[in-house]
């Protein structure tokens, strides 16, 4: 599902278009100690928005809307930003889905020029000056951008839930269930080794089992399965891409183009299988079936 609006600022913050700061996003992104640096190397810039009264219209007016439209409910965050984003002629993005490591998450963009928009499951977002689109990232939500031949400019804001800060289908008298999200290649731009985690928490549920958390990407899980033992009787330690009575699946330098390439045409292996079951996860948004937990 995609969510568009034109005329989506009011003229108030049009200034954002007419006085695109791009010193500014420049000046930022050359700093090697921020997370941006490394994108700009490439064309793909990103700097935090600095206007207070813009970032509390979008956080007031616009998230609640959107966890209304994408998931049917004001659910709490522990994750939102809002930034520049400017793209160089010469760059593009690769097919992602943005999902990662959350259990769900709201990407919006507000274009301020015309260019060439994202291409969403085929699909081609109009990119002209004010107009905005959101999406729900999912497993499935496949978006891309072809090379540009103009700079594109534009504000991308996020609104989400890190699965890790969560615990899926609870039931205090069930056993429990650690997904260590750790061992796999992450090279692949689709961010395959992350995926991993979503589809072993689609095959738990699949094969009926209650409390399902993670761990965060690549953390340790010595501590946090130590806390799950003081909450639950019995803590069962899996790994991402482990699949009850089916197999293991561990993503590595060497195999990571394959699963890729089985990820986007299904055959009769494992990934399959266990794709076809996250699909019907999502589609029922079994993932939502989930508390807000602190360890």
């Not at 259990?103 to 107009?131: F, H």
């Amino acid at each position: 599902m995609i969510f568009e609006k034109e005329n989506f600022l009011p003229e108030k913050f049009l200034k954002h278009a007419d006085e695109y700061p791009v010193e500014y996003i420049k000046q930022y992104c050359s700093n090697p100690d921020v997370s941006e640096h490394e994108s700009s190397l490439h064309g793909n810039y990103s700097a935090p928005v600095r206007d207070d009264e813009l970032l509390d219209w979008i956080k007031d007016r616009w998230l609640p809307e959107l966890k209304g439209i994408f998931l049917g409910d004001d659910l709490e965050h522990d994750h939102h930003y809002v930034n520049y984003h400017m793209d160089e002629p010469g760059s593009w993005l690769e097919t992602h889905n943005d999902l990662k490591n959350f259990r769900w998450l709201i990407t919006s963009q507000i274009y301020l020029n015309s260019s060439q928009g994202a291409i969403v499951n085929d699909y081609e977002i109009k990119c002209q000056r004010n107009y905005f689109y959101s999406i729900n990232a999912s497993p499935f939500s496949w978006h891309w951008v072809p090379e540009l031949v103009k700079q594109k400019q534009s504000i991308l804001f996020r609104v989400g839930q890190k699965r890790h800060r969560t615990v899926l289908n609870y039931n205090h008298d069930e056993p429990a269930w650690l997904i260590v999200n750790n061992g796999h290649s992450d090279r692949h731009y689709a961010k395959i080794g992350p995926r991993m985690g979503n589809l072993t928490e689609a095959w738990l549920v699949h094969k009926g089992k209650s409390n399902i958390y993670h761990t965060d990407w690549r953390a340790d899980h010595s501590n946090t399965q130590y806390q799950l033992m003081q909450r639950h009787k019995e803590v069962n330690v899996v790994h991402s891409g482990e699949f009850i009575g089916l197999g293991q699946v561990t993503v590595t330098d060497e195999n990571i183009d394959a699963i890729a390439h089985e990820i986007f045409n299904p055959g009769s292996g494992i990934i399959s299988q266990t794709e076809a079951v996250m699909k019907d996860h999502y589609h029922n948004r079994l993932h939502l079936n989930y508390r807000g937990i602190k360890l």
